[in-house]
């Protein structure tokens, strides 16, 4: 039976009722997801070399020569310049989404037309899980074990709620513009190809739901269609979690984490280029790569 209490806390009084899910239950899910991600990453990442990044991209090497130039000759990243190349990726290609801007010049048509309005979407998204992250920290160590504070008006609410707004519109925002740019064959070439935009979309959704059925519980905890709605709504928003989690290295969504990891590679064989003069890919000079003519853009 739910009661609703009012508990003093370090940020003040609030309103908390009994989480329907024992916390004991949710720890234990969540570390066995961290286990999994770890032991996937390890699998698909490590093992099938997603994560190496070789920089025949950004310079000039004769095939033959690949093996020796790419694996035995190629420089290590000291500690100190792949600690500094991963904060620079984190605040400005990741944080601040600098990875969209355009470095090269020219782009393709879909990349340029839309960039904007990408990079935006993308910034949403991102900073919508960043504050559910601090939502979810705070509400793990400031909530007394196993309760759900119900006012809005704590910081773990405010946090959640911003977080859960930004994600759903920067899902929107992109869909959007991936839904007018790209000629999907079906609406499953579409789920295929934006996975993780509808998996964040139905993360931001439901926790809504979820929230909004813990408190119509609360306040009427002996009636059906309040305990149906919270059965729905557990489920809801479990299902959504368990696919973003479970499935995210076996979708096309862990280019994020290796995306990072090839930035850091990437700033490192630019600099490793530049102070070996050694020439990029592709030269000034090559204008028309193919049949479909389009230009080649020079490298850095």
């Known amino acids: 039976m739910a009661t609703i209490k009012e508990i003093q806390t370090a940020w ?63 420089p290590p990243i000291g500690v100190g310049s792949a600690i500094a190349y991963f904060f620079k990726t984190l605040f400005a290609d990741v944080l601040a989404m600098g990875i969209l801007k355009c470095e090269y010049g020219k782009s393709e048509k879909e990349v340029v037309n839309t960039r904007a309005a990408k990079r935006v979407a993308k910034l949403f998204m991102v900073w919508g899980f960043v504050l559910a992250g601090i939502s979810t920290t705070l509400a793990y160590f400031t909530f007394p074990h196993n309760m759900i504070v119900l006012d809005l008006h704590h910081p773990a609410r405010i946090f959640g709620v911003a977080g859960g707004v930004l994600m759903v519109v920067g899902a929107l925002i992109w869909l959007s513009v991936r839904y007018k740019e790209v000629n999907y064959r079906g609406i499953w070439d579409w789920l295929g190809a934006d996975y993780l935009p509808f998996m964040v979309l139905l993360l931001g959704l439901s926790g809504f739901v979820l929230q909004a059925a813990i408190y119509v519980w609360a306040h009427n905890p002996s009636d059906a269609f309040a305990n149906a709605f919270l059965y729905f709504a557990e489920h809801f928003h479990a299902i959504p979690v368990a696919l973003f989690f479970w499935a995210f290295f076996w979708t096309k969504a862990d280019h994020i984490i290796y995306r990072i990891l090839w930035r850091i590679y990437e700033y490192a064989d630019k600099k490793y280029a530049a102070s070996h003069n050694i020439s990029r890919l592709p030269p000034p000079t090559l204008k028309v790569m193919n049949k479909t003519g389009k230009e080649i853009q020079p490298g850095y």
């Open 12 to 74: 003040g009084t609030y309103r908390f009722v009994e989480s329907p899910v024992d916390w004991f239950a949710i720890d234990v899910l969540a570390a066995l997801t961290v286990l999994w991600i770890l032991f996937t990453f390890w699998y698909k990442g490590v093992r099938q070399f997603n994560v190496v990044r070789y920089p025949y991209i950004e310079t000039m090497i004769p095939y033959a020569e690949w093996d020796r130039k790419l694996l035995r000759e190629k």
